[in-house]
């Protein structure tokens, strides 16, 4: 399963995971072995209702079980047969208890047999239809199991470790198709209706049954003589070729790394509206957001589909091959298909784009660690499985699969990896398992490493110090356990102890017998050797010193080079040394860190680096985090660099180069993004970035700014003129207006997107947007945002809860808490409970904090700005004295 991201909460220390209520998990015991599910369904689509028999085959696993309980929410369960036989029982809307007649016999099979409907299902079945707000939705019906969402439309045993096969067979009105799991094996239809039969027959877990009923368009693909199928709307046909027509390709190369041939009959992806994540792996049948279709124009510079397409192929074999056995290890499952997205980048890319998606699923991770809590990857305490769905479980995951892949070597790895899929395909497996198969495979022991990042929280944070004695011709290396508090030296729960390879590193020319690295110079046309002398040290104390005897100074240092731990790092190298990493060495996540470093020093030359690096570097990566921190940089020169990078070829830098400019908040960063508002972009995401960047610049307390009413204007004509592709460009708008905190116009145009019939992306982004304009207005305007808050939150789309619950975790008023609390307490989601209680918690803090903070905040600011002005004037001053003293 692929999550949207729904919000990132400001830094609050290592909060725990556990809120009240959290308590131990454990899957139950087993009555027997599920061996065949059989579900014969009627749609009402009209009534949104499902009605039927649900028939379970069951091996009891011992004699005399007098006693069954099933999952079932909210089911109207008519009657119960075992062996065809009426069977009494109690029904508590939570559980279906069946008293047996006849106790079980171990080794000989019931059949249970349940005849059950469900109106206007919470969870597990959705209906899509038109509505006088929508009149244009498609009517569609489909399914979402995982985590414990089954139990809303079938009664089951609805936990991971239960493997069975399974059958549907579904009456839908005849125009439209319903697709399910396995194969199609019978069709029957009336005057008025159609009947699909479709079977499963490799075992899987019930979170895994799915259903998609629509009138959808048929895209026929293949690999290897297998069904390919991408279904879509009508008319989307090209959308769909363009955002899924990889699949094939893809399914080569996931079945030789996995060493398992892709192990089912077809392979079909249905892309749904109004779905509630950005996709599941369902056995065979994936389904994905229709948000992931792209139009020609928004191809240029969203890989995001390809990631997600990605993703949730790589689950049929860590997920639906290779079960988990219970929530508390889905890491292994949800890690994988993360890691996989790099994979392919590097297959489909190459190396660098990989080093750099990897190194953005780690600060994806980060900022949850930062900023919402602290948790090991695997732990079985929590309210509700789906908290687990979190990015210790997918970015932190995919991070462990590649130090693992690093500690091994890649082939050693991808044999680890061949030896556990085939061993336990079909099976269901534990973190354990993992480690076992690594050490059939290698003869490893990786325990050391997966206590240190699985079984407990957090990652080391480094400050890596470097210094060079010319008379000894020492390199001295510095390392500091910054995480380690507790005492001078640290303690063993919050210590590291790694096995580092830290190189010295010099550029052509040098004629040491170091190991030669091919890579790029910062010039793309040119090419030059990087010469490396690494040594690997143990780092496990909370600062130690290296000393390195080296036969000249190194040009840069590379401290773990290959950049594979997760962790975070400070570079306090020199400046020379900084710039030449920038410059030339290899590894783009190097360079960014150099870039990063040279931006905390400032000054006109640490410029001058960043401005030639954003022109020059051969990887678009690198340009785009260059121009981040141009803009950290607190020097007018700064701008020029950036300026230059709005003419960048890739759109992904453009982008880079926009949104740092409208960090910068001045009136010549205003003219320079204004015509990509008027004019236009290539990239909708470029476009949208600009509109954002103008609200941001038009509320800055600027002596010389644009005029509020300019800047409204221009938005709102953004707002008339510019819907298109997922509402990309609008929502820059909605976001550039939230910005304009004490304008109640801003306001009035924000509220009147909330709307209902205003499209589902542009609506939710204005939803959100009522939080971050709520600081500025007054008390008027602020009870008018409370007001369609909690009248929003009335609503029950999943999407539209969590929007009011980001919403009013940014306010600032008491008031707030309430609208939160009905909502948690009303919501029948636990994914939208916890995130209103955690809003909870920061409206609290918001609420509490000293406004006298935030009158300092508002000096200090003008401050650094005055600073800003003083220091270019000093640079421009010395930058002549030197060009005069050279004359």
């Not at 005399?64 to 109207?76: F, K, M, P, S």
């Not at 003589?225 to 390709?249: C, I, L, N, Q």
């Not at 609008?730 to 019939?757: F, M, N, V, W």
């Amino acid at each position: 399963m692929k999550l949207q991201t729904y919000f990132d909460s400001e830094n609050n220390g290592h909060k725990s995971f556990e809120l009240p209520g959290a308590r131990p998990h454990y899957n139950p015991d087993r009555p027997g072995q599920v061996e065949h599910i059989f579900l014969d369904l009627a749609l009402d689509i009209p009534n949104q209702t499902v009605g039927g028999n649900c028939a379970i085959t069951l091996l009891p696993v011992r004699s005399g079980i007098d006693r069954l309980t099933l999952d079932a929410v909210n089911l109207n369960i008519q009657s119960v047969q075992v062996d065809e036989t009426p069977q009494s029982f109690d029904y508590d809307g939570e559980q279906l208890h069946i008293q047996m007649q006849t106790p079980t016999q171990m080794g000989k099979t019931i059949e249970i047999a349940i005849a059950y409907s469900v109106e206007k299902p919470q969870r597990g079945i959705y209906f899509i239809s038109p509505n006088k707000h929508y009149p244009d939705k498609p009517v569609q019906v489909w399914t979402q199991g995982e985590d414990e969402d089954s139990r809303f439309w079938f009664p089951c045993f609805d936990y991971p470790g239960q493997l069975a096969t399974s059958e549907i067979r579904v009456k839908v009105p005849k125009l439209l198709i319903a697709i399910s799991n396995g194969v199609l094996i019978k069709t029957e239809e009336d005057s008025h209706y159609k009947t699909y039969h479709w079977l499963q027959e490799q075992v899987h877990p019930t979170y895994l049954m799915t259903l998609a009923v629509g009138d959808f368009a048929e895209i026929q693909d293949e690999w290897n003589g297998k069904p390919v199928t991408y279904y879509v709307d009508k008319g989307r046909e090209e959308d769909a070729r363009r955002s899924m027509g990889k699949t094939p390709e893809m399914i080569e190369f996931f079945s030789e790394k996995f060493g398992y041939p892709y192990p089912y009959p077809k392979y079909a992806q249905v892309c749904v509206d109004d779905f509630i994540f950005g996709g599941m792996e369902n056995t065979s049948t994936t389904l994905l957001t229709d948000r992931c279709l792209l139009d020609k124009r928004a191809s240029l510079d969203n890989r995001t589909t390809e990631s997600l397409v990605a993703h949730e192929l790589a689950h049929q074999w860590f997920g639906d091959l290779v079960v988990i056995k219970h929530w508390s290890h889905a890491w292994i499952k949800e890690g994988m298909a993360s890691y996989s997205e790099v994979l392919w980048t590097q297959q489909e890319y190459g190396s660098q784009d990989a080093a750099y998606y990897l190194l953005n699923e780690a600060r994806s991770y980060l900022v949850e660690d930062s900023s919402r809590y602290r948790r090991p990857i695997v732990t079985h305490v929590y309210r509700e499985a789906i908290e687990l769905y979190d990015r210790h479980l997918y970015e932190k995951g995919a991070c462990v699969y590649h130090m693992i892949r690093a500690e091994l070597g890649d082939e050693l790895f991808f044999k680890a990896i061949h030896t556990f899929v085939q061993d336990n395909a079909h099976k269901t497996v534990e973190t354990v398992d993992l480690l076992r198969a690594i050490e059939k495979a290698t003869g490893r022991n990786l325990l050391f490493l997966f206590d240190q990042y699985v079984y407990r929280g957090g990652h080391p944070d480094f400050k890596v110090a470097y210094s060079w004695d010319t008379d000894s011709k020492l390199a001295k290396v510095t390392v500091t356990q910054t995480q380690a508090t507790s005492d001078t030296n640290g303690s063993r729960s919050d210590l590291f102890d790694l096995k580092i390879p830290i190189a010295f590193s010099y550029v052509p020319g040098n004629s040491s017998n170091e190991d030669r690295v091919e890579t790029r110079d910062s010039s793309p046309e040119q090419s030059s050797t990087v010469n490396f002398k690494t040594f690997t040290v143990r780092v496990h104390e909370r600062e130690q010193s290296f000393y390195f005897p080296l036969a000249e100074k190194p040009h840069f240092i590379s401290f773990d080079i290959g950049n594979n731990f997760l962790k975070t790092v400070s570079l306090e190298y020199p400046v020379q040394e900084l710039k030449a990493q920038l410059q030339s060495d290899p590894d783009p996540v190097s360079r960014i860190y150099a870039a990063e470093a040279l931006a905390k020093k400032g000054g006109l030359e640490v410029v001058k680096a960043l401005s030639f690096a954003l022109k020059n570097d051969s990887f678009w990566g690198v340009r785009a985090e260059v121009a981040k921190q141009l803009a950290e940089v607190k020097l007018d020169q700064a701008f020029d660099g950036l300026v230059a990078g709005l003419k960048d070829k890739e759109a992904l830098v453009r982008r880079a180069v926009v949104q740092a400019l409208g960090t910068i908040k001045t009136h010549d960063s205003y003219k320079a993004l204004k015509p990509l508002v008027e004019d236009g972009d290539a990239s909708y995401y470029v476009e949208s970035a600009a509109v954002n960047a103008i609200g941001g610049i038009g509320a800055a307390n600027l002596d010389e700014k644009p005029k509020e009413e300019k800047v409204l204007k221009l938005l709102q004509m953004v707002l008339k003129e510019k819907a298109g592709w997922n509402e990309v460009v609008r929502t820059g708008a909605i976001a550039g207006l939230s910005q304009l905190k004490t304008s109640p116009q801003a306001l009035d145009l924000i509220l009147e997107y909330t709307a209902q019939g205003v499209p589902q992306a542009l609506r939710l982004a204005a939803i959100r947007a009522l939080g971050s304009i709520s600081a500025g207005q007054n008390n008027v305007n602020l009870e008018r945002i409370l007001e369609q808050l909690a009248e929003l939150s009335k609503e029950t789309f999943f999407l539209t809860q969590v929007s009011v619950a980001i919403a009013l975790g940014q306010m600032e008023t008491p008031k707030a808490i309430g609208i939160l609390r009905s909502l948690a307490d009303q919501t029948p989601d636990g994914r939208v409970r916890r995130i209103a209680e955690e809003a909870i918690g920061r409206v609290q803090k918001n609420v509490g904090s000293d406004q006298a903070i935030k009158q300092l905040r508002d000096e200090l600011d003008q401050i650094k700005k005055q600073n800003q002005e003083l220091k270019s004037r000093l640079e421009n001053l010395e930058a002549k004295s030197s060009t005069t003293e050279a004359s």
